[in-house]
């Protein structure tokens, strides 16, 4: 492919290879340093006049560091003369801070589609937006692709049992990404709810729906420090579902995560790799990973090409 | 040295009389006069505004009820917004209940994110700040470069709800679609109810069948290094069967949603609920556009009561349907621009709203 550059970030070195790697070509040249004052320094090592460019960088790890970086790798290209620079973004940071939900609270998903743009970024290529509406924040073209076409292939590879399942999502904020899921696998749904049945008792979770002798399949967008997962997992096995997965875009798996999902009755706890997750694993056998890189590596292929990117929301690449 | 704080003017900048009512109600209860402003159309459709007396140093709010004719409305609004703006008024704040459309706050295929549009238009024609009610999506507020208060109507449904169900202790609280799930959740919670989510059949409008996801694939370009192989995927059931998660049997059933507009989702819903044994069935929406043929539809189907608030008029409706009611809000709205004039916090207002409200 003429024309076009591939640089990593160091937020996620091993996907930005593997996309690399589909597309046949090398990662970009490109020194990523700090200084003794912590302040962060890049140097593209490369030519990249008149290229379009596309630098993959996840909100993951430390966070701040890697936006940073992202936005001064941007910005290098974008002033050496490149064409068009596209952040890929698998994992968008700041992504659930994008309503004010208290008085006072900041919209800071915004602010950072702000950073981008002022930065110098043309386009967004992201995965499974935390709310779709992230979109318009921005006022360049943002391609938000769906980690769903490969969900629903590891459901029907991996759970034998499938066509016995219930989808369960464990908040109502989900209901209507598990009932999507439900549908194309011609099963049933169900939700969790969190009841207060009097002011001063804790939440009671509460699950809308059946699970009784079935496979139950948690379906949410991300998992951070895993709490709800894992009270909703320990919900279900008490309504008699007879083993239980939770499928997640993106693992963030903070703070006490890990030793919850030990803990947890889990038979297997399945994420893409929009983040890293190689030490996670280390610690916690039950973590399985969907490579997602065909998606993106798709996806730049097609926006490189001025190809319609839509076909990759309901369609895997190989 | 900051400036010397000016006075307060409100406006309405709906030509139609009907949409007057709210900004009527609202200048009443602070108190004061509706400034005097004229908005009308010339002879070839085009919107005229004068405004007839003195905005300099003024916070200036704007009052505006969307009515039928919903792309006049925002053009009485902008030219009226931008006539403040070059006749120096100080703030200029837009009080719009129900924000037009907000339905369309998100990329489907090849569409505008037109609620986007919107917002970049207002804050252009010189919006200094926001004061709207029950968004369609709370993320439309990051659409605006400017302060945004999104209110909430669902203290005063839920007022509405415990005093006059007598048996609500009895009720279901109902999601007729999954994407209403959150909300049902958050009124559930404060009444201690239980919740149910109606799904398949009806298509839903928030589908994401419209979105991109069924294209046809592209013709591959010659020049790709790896063309990749697709495979397709299960498609959707064309009609998946109507389910309902949650028991409903001998209860009462109160659906509650944002917006009721075309009332067919509404509908197959009550007939749902009734078939599954639900004895009363209510709906609760905080924006009732109510429009074509719902009023009659209304009276003609197995709901038995539709609770809306007054951010958009329907005094019409009601004359055709008298199974429509109507909660007043014009205290919250008054109170919010009382509060922003006078620089108070706003957090009062929001007080017992829950996270997903």
Known sequence: ????????????QDLSQKIADRLGLELGKVVTKKFSNQETCVEIGESVRGEDVYIVQSGCGEINDNLMELLIMINACKIA??????????????????KKDKSRAPISAKLVANMLSVSGADHIITMDLHASQIQGFFDIPVDNLYAEPAVLKWIKENIPEWKNCTIVSPDAGGAKRVTSIADRLNVDFALIHKERKKANEVDRMVLVGDVKDRVAILVDDMADTC????????????????????????????????SRINNACFEAVVVTNTIPQEEKMKHCPKIQVIDISM?????????????????????VPL | MSAPKGGLVIFTANSNPSSRELARRIAERLGVELGKVQVYQEANRETRVQIEESVRGKDVFIIQTVSKDVNTTIMELLIMVYACRTSCARNIIGVIPYFPYSKQCKMRKRGSIVSKLLASMMCKAGLTHLITMDLHQKEIQGFFNIPVDNLRASPFLLQYIQEEIPDYRNAVIVAKSPASAKRAQSFAERLRLGIAVIHGEAQDAESDLVDGRHSPPTVKNIGAIHPSLEIPLLIPKEKPPITVVGDVGGRIAIIVDDIIDDVDSFLAAAETLKERGAYKIFVMATHGILSSDAPRLIEESAIDEVVVTNTIPHEIQKLQCPKIKTVDISMILSEAIRRIHNGESMSYLFRNIGMDD
């Open chain 1, 1 to 12: 492919m003429p024309n076009i550059k591939i640089f990593s970030g160091s937020s996620h």
């Open chain 1, 81 to 98: 003369s490149a064409t068009r620079v596209t952040a890929v973004i698998p994992c968008f940071p700041y992504a659930r801070q994008d």
């Open chain 1, 295 to 315: 998606i993106l590596a798709e996806a730049i292929r097609r926006t490189h090409n001025g190809e319609s990117v839509s076909y990759l929301f309901s369609h």
């Open chain 1, 227 to 258: 709490g709800t997962v894992c009270h909703a997992a320990d919900k279900l096995i008490s309504a008699g579902a007879t083993k239980v997965y939770a499928i997640l875009t993106h693992g963030i798996f903070s703070g006490p995560a890990i």
